[in-house]
């Protein structure tokens, strides 16, 4: 019996009418018989007690630290369905349960249903008429099943005039707490097709066009009216039509109505509350309908549900992070891929302000969670549902922040032309069980497949990215197990490096010195099989041998020949040794290695790097004498650094690091690569007199050998002969900047990134890092702080940090 039904079963209680006269004869009645007027009190006094029951076990007292067990406020109170509490507060009633008063922050929401049962005589008959506005008022709307804002308002009127907001909080909790209901509310009008615009444009057929047209918006009421329709397949099929025109970033939700509903709404005390009891009632449904029932794929409009609770301002509020919002986390992480794709590309066109609303939602519900546990090596912060689930949801909303910045899905690296050599032990690796997983490449995220976009892609996201991670959660993340479950890829565990966006830099990192070092005990063991079955020799090191004055020599001709015959040993553990001197690697000698290495490649007298003393970074030679494997070398050296967890001396501009990720260098790089030039270029596309009168310039442009001879080259056939004018400049710029920072160093670069991803092809290092982040892996970070460093320094040896030589 839902709470109406009570409310209409206990109206109907026969009533006595009063004459004038017995008004007058009650003296003269027989005690024990009954005065039909206290008949009449005792039955309202009854009917309110109930109705106090009622809204306490629904609604609560709202006092945080209630302690009555009949109380939706107490902690340990289980919320039960409206039949459920109309049945249980007439039980309540009978046995004279306790009843709370109301809390302050209460009071307003429901005086009418808290009012005292003993009034003064003198009023019941006008106790007796609200009571009956308030009845009429709630019959008007007990029949509404889904909400529109021009609804909304309506009711919203008549509550305010009668200052009674209960019909509202009723309708919103009934909408609000069901999957069928909000699903069908706040719909878009649906406008005019072509061929209806034409139609209705003929006079002779106006006629048809209007009974056409009632009978449209006929199946429409009737298909909306139809609680059940959304969720029942080959049922409504004008739904569908409709789900088929929308675009694939389309919901058929009036997403603008919604946030003005809810500006409205929340402004309002009284109100906001029953919008979080219907949240921790419609989560669990709508969980189990993803779960079990496959609803999306029935009816896409599901979606509109997510979007709607979505708007809600207040979702981050401490009173829906312990209940409400964990529930609904949990039930939005259970979309299809298809439903979560839809979403990010939906809310890629919301503004900046409203991404960060949604990403702080999802990260206040991290920081409470973690915060208030206290997680460790046996409690892992992998196994809390809440903050798995915040974080699934949180990475749809960072998709929306990559599809709705700047993308460059354009200007892509074509792929190495020879695929990079497998190792000679696969066989033997393949008969011992230990298949390579990845041997196609390094691991892809399914919603980045799903939305054709990659992180990479996107020059300049509407929030930045590192606001999306969280830095309580990367203090409490217990690494060496999260990569554990990361390698397994098990539906029961969770890892967050499959959310790479939420962790640091730091932290990737030592997910990443996991994997390698894993690979390299998983090359050391595959040796000593191979040794036992083939009985060569065992080497389960890459080791190099190499002489001081002949490093360079010794290193990379050690490094080809490896290369060449066997790449697999390139992921062995690097153990250096220099000749004639004692010592033993451990892990000292080989970042000595590298950077003497370094300090001699990158050497300007040497030419296969230029040095830019105003940048004070290093670019490919495009006139170096050095043959392609010189370039593969190197690459593999700087790969073999991050693989030993080195940090090299080296800087390049991060078009470089963005070339090594797969995307080619644009205008927009030069800025870093080559200032001068990039601000020469920026001055003729600012430049607003006659490009062609004034600067005299050609598609013809020239540059500098090894030797400084002037070398011309032409951006297109004749270029000579093409002026550059202001209708031509962009395409100018954009194929001066192609020419130095792709075309004229592609023979080297390639050669490069060959030898850089002989050694990390198998590393999750594409799938965790942004181009920023591995200049930080390669060479640390630029900006020193020599504070924190005299802070965290332990003296020794009679030394202080107000010794001399310490200053």
């Known amino acids: 019996m839902n709470p109406d039904e009570k409310e209409d079963c206990e109206c109907a209680a026969p009533q006595a009418q009063t004459s004038p006269a017995s008004g007058a004869d009650r003296e003269h009645e027989e005690p024990d018989v009954e005065n039909p007027e206290a008949s009449r009190m005792k039955r309202a006094a009854a009917k309110h007690l109930i109705e106090r029951y009622y809204h306490q076990l629904t609604e609560g007292c709202g006092n945080e630290c209630c302690s009555n067990p009949w109380c939706a406020s107490s902690v340990g109170f289980t919320r039960m369905d409206n039949n459920a509490a109309a049945v249980k507060a007439l039980e309540l009633y009978k046995v004279n349960a306790k009843l709370c008063d109301p809390h302050p922050s209460k009071k307003g929401t429901a005086s009418t249903y808290l009012e005292s049962s003993t009034h003064s005589n003198s009023a019941s008959s006008d106790q007796q008429v609200n009571h ?204 299809p891929l298809a439903a979560q794709a839809k979403l990010a590309r939906l809310w890629s066109h919301y503004s900046a302000e409203q991404i960060r609303r949604m990403m702080e939602t999802f990260q206040q519900l991290i920081t409470y969670k973690v915060i208030s546990n206290e997680f460790n090596s046996r409690n892992l912060v992998n196994d809390d549902d809440a903050v798995v689930a915040s974080t699934k949801c949180l990475k749809i909303v960072y998709y929306a922040n990559v599809l709705g910045g700047d993308l460059d899905v354009e200007h892509n690296e074509d792929e190495d032309d020879e695929p990079i050599p497998e190792s000679s032990e696969l066989t033997l690796q393949e008969l011992l069980g230990e298949e390579r997983r990845n041997k196609k490449g390094p691991r892809v995220d399914p919603l980045e497949t799903e939305l054709g976009v990659r992180t990479n892609d996107c020059r300049r996201p509407l929030i930045p990215f590192e606001e999306f991670i969280n830095e309580p959660l990367n203090e409490v993340l217990e690494m060496d197990k999260d990569y554990t479950f990361f390698k397994v890829e098990t539906e029961n565990k969770f890892s967050f490096m499959t959310c790479p966006f939420i962790l640091n830099a730091v932290t990737k990192n030592l997910g990443l010195y996991y994997d390698n070092r894993i690979r390299m005990y998983s090359e050391r063991r595959i040796t000593v099989l191979y040794s036992l079955v083939q009985g060569q020799q065992l080497n389960p090191y890459l080791r190099l041998k190499v002489r001081r004055d002949h490093i360079i020599d010794d290193a990379l001709v050690r490094l080809e020949m490896i290369a060449m015959e066997n790449p697999a040993d390139l992921k062995k553990q690097l153990y250096v040794e220099f000749e004639g001197e004692q010592g033993v690697d451990e892990g000292g000698v080989s970042k000595e290695f590298f950077q003497l290495v370094v300090e001699e490649i990158f050497n300007p007298d040497i030419g296969m790097f230029t040095y830019d003393e105003y940048t004070k970074l290093f670019w490919f030679n495009p006139s170096s004498f050095e043959n392609e494997g010189q370039y593969t070398l190197i690459g593999i050296v700087l790969g073999l650094a991050i693989y030993n967890n080195c940090i090299l001396d080296v800087h390049f501009p991060m078009v470089v690091y963005r070339k090594l990720m797969g995307k080619k260098g644009t205008f927009r790089d030069l800025a870093d690569a080559n200032p001068v030039l990039n601000q020469s270029l920026k001055e003729l596309l600012e430049y607003e007199g006659s490009v062609e009168e004034d600067m005299m310039i050609t598609f013809q442009i020239s540059h500098n050998d090894l030797f400084g001879n002037p070398l011309m080259y032409d951006l297109r056939e004749n270029g000579d002969k093409i002026p550059v004018t202001n209708d031509n400049r962009r395409e100018f710029v954009a194929q001066y900047s192609d020419y130095i920072l792709n075309k004229s160093v592609e023979k080297q670069f390639k050669a490069f990134r060959r030898g850089f991803h002989m050694v990390t092809n198998e590393s999750p290092l594409k799938y965790l890092f942004r181009p920023e982040e591995i200049e930080l892996l390669i060479c640390g970070s630029r900006n020193l702080d020599f504070l924190a460093l005299e802070e965290t320094t332990e003296y020794d040896g009679g030394y202080n940090r107000d010794s001399r030589i310490i200053k």
């Open 132 to 335: 009956k506005e308030a009845h009429t008022l709630r019959e008007n709307f007990k029949d509404v099943s889904y909400l529109t804002e021009e609804k909304v308002y309506e009711i919203l009127g008549m509550c305010g005039e009668k200052e009674d907001y209960s019909p509202l909080i009723r309708v919103i909790g009934r909408v609000f707490s069901s999957a069928e209901g909000l699903v069908q509310s706040f719909r878009r009008s649906k406008p005019h097709t072509k061929e209806e615009l034409k139609s209705l444009q003929g006079k002779d057929e106006d006629k048809d066009e209007d009974e056409k047209e009632a009978a449209a918006c006929s199946a429409t009421a009737m298909e909306e009216d139809s609680p059940s329709s959304s969720t029942r397949p080959g049922e409504g099929s004008s739904g569908d039509n409709d789900v088929q025109k929308l675009a694939p970033d389309e919901v058929s939700v009036d997403i603008e109505a919604v946030r003005r509903v809810y500006e409205r709404l929340l402004s309002n005390e009284k109100i906001e509350a029953a919008f979080l009891n219907a949240l921790v009632y419609l989560s669990p449904n709508v969980e189990c309908d993803l779960t079990y029932h496959n609803v999306y794929s029935r009816d896409p409009n599901y979606l509109n549900l997510f979007v709607i609770v979505m708007e809600n301002s207040n979702l981050h509020s401490p009173e829906y992070l312990e209940i409400a919002l964990p529930q609904f986390c949990k039930a939005m992480s259970k979309l």
